[in-house]
């Protein structure tokens, strides 16, 4: 068994009020601003102290998945995203083992077609066909690693109790090696779920719970500023007519996710934070004055916010409704 080392996270905390600079890269990944509340900062750092996963749910576009990058930003730690799909199995988190390979190779070193000492010694060593998945990597990584789980519940329904062990006790085996590997430090882990199924109950105990709610007008507002012009704190330096443009645009998009929800109720996906900032971007390339008569009639661009052809039906029939009245 490996020795572990632990970390202290007591000093480890989350304020949700470093942000990077406009364009900020990292690992070639654009980080953005995130704008959390109180509440979602608490449940961060509550995660940190207990050393559990978080769960985070809520409506597409609510933030969930951009969290984990801006916590690994602010506590400047390594960041690490493992997306679920249907075929992912939890062992493939920890690691894979390439038998064909090395089956391959034991075949050419027993045609004597290996010869070079060194690389002998790689082919009989079992550990040579070892490769770390996510999870594997957060829990060896030399320091604390932020995790992402992203959509987990895409997974086998099986897949969450595949991992009870591991994100109990913070270690894992890997029999071909005939080794343990032990955590070297206690990952923070984020677990994004869009409720497409329920998970289990014993994987729910595992974890902390956190409803992301789809942000108020003014979060939008300051979202906007954040994500297009890169401003968190002195709002002033932004143009007075951006600032007109971005009331009139966020008004005008939470009066269409309103009239979405009447319509379908909570079926279906509903607009998101996303695609306002694309909204948002379209509408200023076009001169200020324009843009704001054009939303005073039917929304301009609405390729940008509609994704499905029956949400333009449903709002092109209140359009011609208003029309006629």
């Known amino acids: 068994m490996d ?42 750092n509550l995660a940190i102290t207990l050393q559990r996963p978080l769960l985070l749910q809520g409506e597409p576009g609510c933030g969930k998945t951009k969290l984990a990058q801006a916590v690994a930003y602010e506590l400047e730690l390594p ?34 077609q290996i010869t070079d000492p060194q690389e002998k010694r790689r082919v009989k060593d079992p550990k040579t066909y070892v490769e770390l998945g996510k999870l594997g990597e957060a829990f060896l990584s030399d320091k604390p690693t932020v995790l992402l789980i992203d959509e987990i519940d895409k997974a086998d329904i099986d897949f969450p109790n595949d991992l009870l062990l591991e994100l109990d006790e913070k270690r894992f085996s890997i029999p071909e090696t005939k080794k343990e590997k032990t955590a070297r430090h206690s990952p923070i882990i984020f677990i994004t779920s869009n409720q497409e199924r329920d998970l289990p109950d014993a994987f729910l105990r595992r974890c902390l719970f956190h409803y992301i709610e789809f942000p108020k007008k003014e979060r939008l507002i300051e979202i906007i500023m954040a994500r297009v012009f890169g401003v968190t704190q002195d709002k002033s330096t932004i143009p007075e007519n951006e600032n007109e443009l971005i009331e009139a645009a966020v008004d005008k998009f939470q009066e269409l996710r309103e009239f979405l929800r009447e319509e379908k109720g909570e079926r279906g996906k509903n607009i998101s934070t996303s695609e306002l900032i694309d909204w948002f971007e379209v509408l200023r390339q076009y001169p200020h004055d324009e843009v704001l008569k054009k939303l005073q009639g039917p929304l301009p661009y609405l390729g940008v916010l509609l994704k499905t052809w029956d949400d333009h039906r449903l709002y092109l029939s209140k359009s011609r409704g208003k029309d006629e009245s």
């Open 79 to 112: 960041y690490l995203c493992w997306t679920i799909k249907s075929t992912s199995r939890a062992q493939d988190g920890l690691y894979t083992y390439n038998n064909l390979a090395r089956l391959r190779d034991s075949q050419l070193l027993g045609l004597g």
């Open 3 to 44: 020795e572990i080392l632990t970390t202290p996270t007591e000093n480890l905390r989350y304020t949700g009020k470093k942000h990077p600079p406009k364009d900020h890269k990292e690992n070639g990944q654009r980080v953005y601003p995130y704008l959390p509340s109180d509440e979602l900062v608490e449940a961060v």
